[in-house]
């Protein structure tokens, strides 16, 4: 991974676990939170489509999965927000679909890794899960936003292989980027107003601002890890972008108030050494 390609995928990591805070920090019902940070990228998607076109044929069944795993995506990790704290639930969201990701890139994409890349992603994997741990006293570990967060890193990883794909076998990665942006947008929508109807605009009408950042920064980060992975192995990509879990903590200890531990600072270390360990001369 170049130099340049590792400082944006570093940048996306901060953006991610900050729209994932202002997400978390939204206290309105979790369908109307879920279309708050998916329909305005999704609008702004669809204006650019005119500029960058749309994906060839090829590219469909790459971004038709994945459209459906982001809509997943969204709600299931709206509550699982609803139920549990960002230092439970991201932790386990970005940690917990890496081996998915690794596994699913090496058979699908055919990205090959010696020893020195397999040890950056154990490193940051076990980083991962020890920042996981419910250290901190009287913190509360629920089964159920565990089970949420789980389900999330699952269609998370299957989305981020089907779009590495996708931007591969497309002309220009940004028309696939903005056409997966506008029907997630749409679908999610589409669902929120399905299930629950127009009582979800009272608290878009509130929160709308907030709703709409938090929106733009994911259009933001996705454009770049999907760009990066047209320049770098799809596993390589998705473990450096867990990095996020540390910009995570600070945003949670700083802004949502949330104590740091040992074993979360000994996470943050063996993440720094994956990331290390990645931009090993080979």
């Known amino acids: 991974m170049a130099p340049s390609v590792l400082a944006f995928v570093l940048f996306a990591a ?33 204006v650019l489509i005119p500029y960058f076109g749309l994906p060839p044929e090829a590219a469909l069944p790459y971004l038709l999965v994945s459209v459906l795993c982001q809509i997943g995506y969204a709600i299931t990790l709206s509550f699982a927000y609803h139920y549990g704290d960002m230092s439970q639930v991201y932790p386990i969201t970005r940690g917990s679909g890496l081996a998915l990701t690794l596994l699913l890139g090496s058979l699908w994409a055919g990205d090959e890794f010696d020893v020195i890349r397999w040890t ?28 949420l967060a789980l389900s999330v890193g699952m269609m998370n990883s299957v989305a981020v292989v089907c779009d590495g794909l996708g931007a591969r076998v497309s002309t220009n990665a940004f028309a696939y980027i903005v056409a997966m942006y506008a029907l997630q947008g749409i679908g999610t929508l589409i669902i929120a107003l399905a299930w629950r109807g127009t009582v ?21 980060v996705y454009g770049i890890a999907v760009w990066a992975m047209t ?12 990095t996020s879990i540390l910009f995570g903590a600070v945003i949670a200890f700083v802004w949502l108030k ?15 050494a ?9």
């Open 14 to 46: 901060f953006l991610h676990a900050s729209w994932n805070a202002i997400v978390k920090s939204i206290k309105i019902d979790p369908l109307a939170r879920a279309t708050l940070y998916n329909f305005p990228a999704g609008v702004l998607a669809i």
């Open 120 to 147: 950056a992603v154990l490193l940051i994997t076990t980083g991962v899960f020890l920042l996981l741990a419910p250290v901190r006293a009287g913190l509360k570990f629920s089964w159920w936003p565990a089970v």
């Open 200 to 220: 979800i605009c009272h608290d878009i009408r509130k929160e709308w601002r907030r709703g709409v950042s938090s929106s733009l920064l994911s259009l933001i």
């Open 231 to 242: 320049r770098a192995p799809i596993p390589i990509v998705a473990a450096v972008r867990e």
């Open 258 to 272: 949330e104590a740091p531990s040992t074993l979360r600072i000994l996470g943050a270390i063996l993440i720094f």
């Open 274 to 282: 994956g990331v290390t360990t990645v931009q090993y001369p080979f």
